[in-house]
């Protein structure tokens, strides 16, 4: 479900993940200054503060130039969390620094569990919802699939972390 104006961009998307139940993933994703484990960024930490104050720095390098794969450049962002619920298990964090564009964004990741009528693996659901003003260069959609290809690579990183 994701919705496009001129003046907000508002999206979700989720990945299911099998294998693995709410309980274990939760932890994963509560960690939040080492999100890094789990994306596809070279580091994350923790900057200032504690609890719903704690600011973390995510950044990664990035290949500038398919013709010239020796240049890169490095995308960053200083995420502050906003609401960590661990009885919900949602997070609710906020950019409030970037070199990637961004005016404002807010992002929440909830984890569901999915209950099934019949026996076989434990299934859960990450769920990742956004809500940001347009970011130069981009289209909504194609910010769209950047979240779902983040999220599902997480999805991916976690399931095999469980079934090692």
């Known amino acids: ?8 961009w508002e999206g979700k998307t989720s990945a299911e993940l099998t294998g693995t139940n709410a309980d274990q993933i939760w932890p994963l994703l509560e960690d939040f200054c080492n999100i890094h484990r789990w994306l596809p960024i070279d580091t994350s930490y923790q900057v200032e503060g504690v609890g719903g104050g ?3 720095y995510c950044a990664a390098t990035i290949r500038d130039d398919d013709a010239n794969p020796h240049k890169v450049s490095t995308i ?3 995420e502050k969390l906003l609401i960590m619920d661990p009885i919900q298990r949602t997070m609710t964090y906020e950019v409030i620094d970037s070199n990637m564009g961004f005016k404002s ?3 929440t990741m909830k984890v569901f569990p999915i209950i099934s009528n019949e026996k076989g693996p434990a299934v859960c659901k990450i769920e990742w919802s956004f809500i ?3 970011i130069e260069g981009w289209t909504f959609q194609g910010f769209l699939s950047y979240i779902q290809s983040y999220l599902q690579f997480m999805a991916n990183k976690m399931e095999q972390a469980f079934s090692a």
Do not use: F, N
Request: glycine share 4%; with cysteine; proline share 5%.
């Open 1 to 8: 479900m994701a919705e496009e104006s001129q003046q907000i």
């Open 54 to 56: 704690l600011i973390r």
């Open 76 to 78: 960053w962002a200083k």
């Open 105 to 107: 964004y807010v992002g």
């Open 132 to 134: 940001c003003d347009p």
